[in-house]
Nanobody, 123 residues
Framework: VQLQASGGGLVQAGGSLRLSCAAS????????MGWFRQAPGKEREFVAA????????NYADSVKGRFTISRDNAKDTVFLQMNSLKPEDTAVYYC?????????????????WGQGTLVTVSS
C-alpha cells in the first residue's frame, strides 16, 4: 500500500484547507489511519487518527474542535479538514497507516507513511 498525501498550500490565518490521503492498493486490513505533522526543527507530532473498524477518532488537544478526520471508503481516501488555521499549524503533514492493533499517538504505531504535504499558515 502506498499513501499519497495532497491538499497542502498557503492559507491565511483563520482559513481552511482539506488534506487528502489516497491509498493505492486499497485500505483492506487497515486498523487505523492517522495524520501527523512536523514543523521545522521539531519532532513529528500526532494530529488525528481514525480507527477503521468502528470509526473512533482521536485528536491532539491543539487541533480539537478545529480539525476533522474522515474517510471515503469507496475511494480508499482519508481526509483532514482543517478550519480556523493558525500560524502554529504550519508544518509538513503526513498520513500514516497501521495494519495491526496498535497505539494511537506515536509515529512508531504506524508502519506505512505518505510523502507529506506542506501547509503554510500566514499571520
Amino acid at each position: 500500500v502506498q499513501l499519497q498525501a495532497s491538499g497542502g498550500g498557503l492559507v491565511q490565518a483563520g482559513g481552511s484547507l482539506r488534506l487528502s490521503c489516497a491509498a493505492s492498493g486499497g485500505l483492506l486490513n487497515t486498523y487505523r489511519m492517522g495524520w501527523f505533522r512536523q514543523a521545522p526543527g521539531k519532532e513529528r507530532e500526532f494530529v488525528a487518527a481514525f480507527r477503521w473498524t468502528d470509526g473512533t477518532t482521536n485528536y491532539a488537544d491543539s487541533v480539537k474542535g478545529r480539525f476533522t478526520i474522515s474517510r471515503d471508503n469507496a475511494k480508499d481516501t482519508v481526509f483532514l479538514q482543517m478550519n480556523s488555521l493558525k500560524p502554529e499549524d504550519t508544518a509538513v503533514y503526513y498520513c500514516a497507516r497501521s495494519s495491526y492493533r496498535s497505539g494511537v499517538r506515536r509515529p512508531s504505531d504506524y508502519g506505512y507513511w505518505g510523502q507529506g504535504t506542506l501547509v503554510t499558515v500566514s499571520s
